[in-house]
């Protein structure tokens, strides 16, 4: 049995690489406002739910040990990485909408603190970000979070440092998402941004007297407020449907 005890540690351990760095990338768990204890317990739980299904593909437990579970910890923790930062690349798309919508709107310079990652981001992508997490949750997209990482021991097994070219291919493909992504939700601010500065160009030519920035800023905060009013429900039936799709994919759906 003691001889046993180090395999199953190690076989443990190597599950853990994967999971862990997935879960503390995962939207909603993985951000800085939750509790890194807590974020470690449910890291460590599902490891513990996903073992009896990773220590068949690991072989032997008289492998593990050695050069072997090194390269077997590091490619563990890249699979992980690289899953995890895909999914964020997918959610920043509500960052990078925020942006967009903001610039539109005259209000870039409305900045706060993300509670979810730190650092100062501006109001509005921090509202859908908060928006999309919650979302999230509430429509049970993050069973299908987890689901995936179960399911990807089966295109991705335990095996050793991954080929780069197909990480950095995911990669590519997620933040191309995430990005056309951004662009679908915030296009009724860019079809605004462009009609009303193009109506304020002809009226400052029919009217040179008047002070078109006095009255443009408040004009472009108050109709693009109405706007997102009207479209937030859109914007974000459009967020989780694709977000709902990639993990479906993810999955194997």
């Given at each position: 049995?003691?001889?046993?005890?180090?395999?199953i540690?190690?076989?443990?351990?190597?599950?853990?690489?994967?999971?862990?760095?997935?879960?503390?990338?995962?939207?909603?768990?993985?951000?800085?406002?939750?509790?890194?204890?807590?974020?470690?317990?449910?890291?460590?739980?599902?490891t513990?739910?996903?073992?009896?299904?990773?220590?068949?593909?690991?072989?032997?437990?008289?492998?593990?040990?050695?050069?072997?579970?090194?390269?077997?910890?590091?490619?563990?923790?890249?699979?992980?990485?690289?899953?995890?930062?895909?999914?964020?690349?997918?959610?920043?798309?509500?960052?990078?909408?925020?942006?967009?919508?903001?610039?539109?709107?005259g209000?870039?310079?409305?900045m706060?603190?993300?509670?979810?990652?730190?650092?100062?981001?501006?109001?509005?992508?921090?509202?859908?970000?908060?928006?999309?997490?919650?979302?999230?949750?509430?429509?049970?997209l993050?069973?299908?979070?987890?689901?995936?990482?179960a399911?990807?021991?089966?295109?991705?097994?335990?095996?050793?440092?991954?080929a780069?070219?197909?990480?950095?291919?995911?990669?590519?493909?997620?933040?191309?998402?995430?990005?056309?992504?951004?662009?679908?939700?915030?296009?009724?601010?860019?079809?605004?941004?462009?009609?009303?500065?193009?109506?304020?160009?002809?009226?400052?030519?029919?009217?040179?007297?008047?002070?078109?920035?006095?009255?443009?800023?408040?004009?472009?905060?108050?109709?693009?407020?109405?706007?997102?009013?009207?479209?937030l429900?859109?914007?974000?039936?459009?967020?989780l449907?694709?977000?709902g799709?990639?993990?479906?994919?993810?999955?194997?759906?």
């Amino acid at each position: 049995m003691n001889l046993l005890l180090p395999g199953i540690a190690s076989a443990f351990l190597i599950t853990f690489a994967r999971v862990g760095t997935l879960i503390m990338l995962m939207p909603g768990i993985g951000e800085q406002s939750v509790a890194p204890r807590l974020r470690l317990a449910f890291a460590l739980l599902t490891t513990l739910v996903l073992f009896p299904t990773v220590r068949p593909l690991l072989g032997g437990t008289e492998g593990l040990a050695g050069p072997r579970l090194i390269g077997l910890l590091f490619g563990e923790t890249i699979v992980g990485l690289v899953l995890g930062l895909s999914v964020r690349m997918v959610l920043a798309a509500l960052q990078t909408a925020g942006v967009i919508i903001s610039a539109q709107l005259g209000l870039s310079y409305a900045m706060t603190v993300d509670p979810s990652q730190g650092g100062q981001q501006v109001a509005i992508g921090n509202f859908l970000s908060l928006l999309g997490i919650t979302l999230i949750f509430a429509t049970d997209l993050h069973h299908l979070a987890i689901e995936g990482l179960a399911r990807s021991y089966e295109v991705l097994p335990p095996d050793g440092v991954p080929a780069f070219s197909d990480a950095l291919t995911l990669a590519t493909r997620a933040l191309a998402r995430g990005f056309t992504l951004a662009m679908q939700i915030s296009g009724p601010f860019i079809a605004f941004g462009i009609l009303f500065n193009l109506g304020l160009g002809v009226l400052s030519r029919l009217m040179p007297q008047l002070q078109v920035f006095f009255l443009a800023v408040p004009a472009s905060v108050l109709v693009g407020v109405l706007i997102l009013i009207g479209c937030l429900g859109v914007m974000m039936g459009v967020f989780l449907d694709d977000m709902g799709r990639y993990l479906a994919q993810s999955v194997g759906r």
